[in-house]
């Protein structure tokens, strides 16, 4: 348009049609530069999108790995604890044939006393042996509580008595008090599992 009204002689015209033609051209320009700068921006989210999803591939595929590993330790803990706890269990049903053994050749009412104190501590380590055999099984499910009314006061007396000496050797003083009732103090629970609670 801008050369035909030269031709035409109208320069007025020509000059107005080549300043909307620059105008237009600026615009459509500037168009352009945000389309470039849009499809920049769109470009480095997605990048970031892909970086951020590769990240998490990689952070579950870790975790997948750590949870494997997890469980092969686990099971392995299993089948030692299992081992170790049967092996264990044998010398100390020996040493409870041998403490029934010495009982007959005990004459004093001391011995007799001390070979009783052997005898509970005895029990309580085969029982800790049992909880060690528990411990390799409660992943699958295997270990149910037996529930029963619980004599408390002949539980805690054995675990003070067991405990005695390592306190005297800290110098400290361990003893039990009891309420004065009529009516022994009970709980319902698993006598074997609230003992090995009570020891830790």
């Known amino acids: 348009a801008a050369v035909a009204c030269e031709a035409l002689g109208d320069s007025a015209a020509a000059l107005a049609q080549e300043r ?10 500037g168009r352009s530069a945000q389309a470039r700068r849009l499809a920049l921006e769109i470009e480095h989210e997605l990048d970031s999108a892909r970086r951020g999803r590769e990240r998490a591939e990689a ?17 392995a803990k299993s089948r030692f604890l299992a081992a170790a706890s049967h092996d264990l269990r044998q010398p100390v049903h020996a040493l409870s044939l041998q403490m029934a053994a010495l009982r007959g050749e005990l004459v004093t009412a001391r011995q007799r006393e ?30 149910q509580p037996q529930w029963q009314s619980v004599a408390l006061p002949a539980l805690l007396a054995t675990l ?15 003893s039990l008090r009891l309420p004065r009732s009529p009516a022994l103090p009970c709980a319902r629970s698993d006598p074997r599992l609230l003992e090995r609670l009570l020891r830790n």
Request: proline content about 3%; some cysteine; charged content about 25%.
């Open 114 to 143: 001390m070979a009783d104190r052997i005898e509970r501590c005895v029990g309580a380590l085969s029982g800790l042996f049992d909880g060690l055999l528990d411990l390799s099984r409660p992943d699958a499910g295997v270990v």
């Open 20 to 29: 909307q033609a620059f105008a237009l051209y600026r615009q459509l320009s």
């Open 59 to 75: 952070e579950r595929a870790r975790l997948t790995a750590l949870n494997t590993e997890l469980e092969r330790a686990n099971q």
């Open 160 to 174: 003070v008595e067991q405990h005695q000496p390592e306190a005297h050797r800290k110098g400290l003083n361990l």
